[in-house]
């Protein structure tokens, strides 16, 4: 069963969360929201599940932070193509413009396509302010303790056991493997190459151990302790009672 089929049956989990949520709402203001955790624990499908919960009561909107990461081909000029993902490779003078202007003003927000791996322009988005933003993603700073309107007002740390997350990358990357030998457009058409055993374990040593692990690590774990709010899975995607 799928993170989003489980979220279905744990309403009263998601319903605990998104009350938490209302009750933070100002009337006539914006709420921004921060939904971060590791790359594959479940972000965006819990993000979409939460917006479904709390558009019975307000207005939502739902945007990821991966339209913020810097065009490949700028990432490749800095040399940072190995580090996409991790906080030097975010436009966060454009995340913090983008946040400080929808709780006015409608603010155009770019969109990255996970299938060829770079930011697609005819994908970006126009937002009105809405009652709740939802901004869930990655490129998060640690709160500096002062409030600024370039900043999420509430931080929502999805956190899961380490070795349950590296699982469900490996899954989610020979998802796009087996995808791509369907769509020469793909990003993941250039292992098409490897066998299968062959793309898992260059998954595994090559993205998971060298990349995502150390972003987890260095960069995104340390938001866990700053987090206002934890929301924890099992290995079975299974939200747990905090």
Partial sequence: MSFGELLMKQSDELEKLASRLRRAHADNCTLVVGLTGSVACGKSTLAAALSDVLSRTHSVENVSTDGFLCPNNELEARGLMMRKGFPESYDNTGMR???????????????????????????????????????????????????????????VYLDAETPHIETWFLDRFMQFWHAAADDPTSFYRRFRGMTEKEARTFACTEVWEKINLPNLENHILPLRERADIIVRKDAEHRLLAA
């Fill in 97 to 155: 413009w983008a946040i400080t202007r929808v709780r006015v003003l409608p603010a155009v927000f770019p969109v990255h396509s996970h299938g060829t791996y770079d930011i697609d322009p005819a994908l970006a988005r126009t937002i009105a302010p809405p009652d709740i933003l939802l901004l869930e993603g990655l490129g998060f700073t640690p709160p500096s303790g002062e409030e600024r309107a370039g900043e999420p007002d509430i931080l």
